[in-house]
């Protein structure tokens, strides 16, 4: 490479360097706008780090107008990770790592209108979901989520130390009615090629090391240990803790939005409410590691909300999220 070359890449590398990455939260427990970045070139490795660690303070980060490639799609989840290819979703034949999420009249949506966490029937889940509105209706359509770092916080001690290291069976119990009768030997090989796991029903995520209520009622099945009337009815309990409005976030969408979530942490929801209008969506989803609980005797979780360590936790007190009604 040339000196003048040479000059001229350092001269561009320093620009993107330069180019400011602002991160704005959008409610007090989960999401944030990310500003300044524009997926049509590269990240600087500071730039990268923004964006990565507000993923992860966040859960969840809206990036606007991003008029992108399904390749540069592709390459953006790439610097997290390798990219995931789904067992059952539409995939492109020649990228099966994206999923094309196209509905209207003619192919009304199903079975992503349920708080879920994306593929926890696998022995290590995705670590991350990148979804980009193509087609978006006028009304209706928004994405819902739920933060369950936020969710476990508000649980009370007593509940906490009662579903401290206990764990839940997940199987892909939404797609087993597609398979008719002929389609048998294909369900047994899903079948064996991910067997159902059992997942903590409390997870520390890997990075901040929050605790995680990491249930979910697409893909749960029973609590170990527990009768099944006594697993269902705890279950209920749990899932319902991603429907108190104080943990969730709601994105609207436009055209050339992205949104990414830690599903390590995060649950969402598909709005149905724009049938018959049209709705495309490009995923990528990024390799994730098998989900590590809670271990040892209880104690009290020290890490805030914000990842920061904070004082044990005296007794009788209840931390985290307080709704108005049970505040005390």
Known sequence: MSAARSTASRKAEAEIDARPVNVRPINGFI????EGVDLRQPLSPAQFKVVHDALVHYEVIV???????I???MAFGALFGDLSIHPFS????DKPEVIILDYSKDNPPALTDIWHVDETFR??????????????PEAGGDTMFASMSAAYRGLSERMKQH?????????FKPWRPLFGETDRPKLRKLEDDFPNPWHPVVRVHPVSGRRVLYVNRQFCVRIKG???????ALLEFLYRQATIPEYQLRVKWQPNTLVMWDNRSVQHYAVHDYYPARRTMERVTVIGDRPVGVTGPYVPDTIEANGTVKPAIADGTRPGPKRAFDRY
């Open 31 to 34: 999401g944030a706008e990310i």
């Open 63 to 69: 990036l606007r107008d991003q008029d992108i490639t």
């Open 71 to 73: 390749d540069q799609q």
């Open 90 to 93: 539409p995939n492109l034949p």
């Open 123 to 136: 022995a290590a889940p995705p670590m991350a979901t990148i979804l980009r509105g193509k087609v978006v």
């Open 163 to 171: 579903i401290h290291g206990l764990e839940a069976l997940h199987d």
């Open 226 to 232: 527990l009768k099944s009337d006594e697993s269902d």
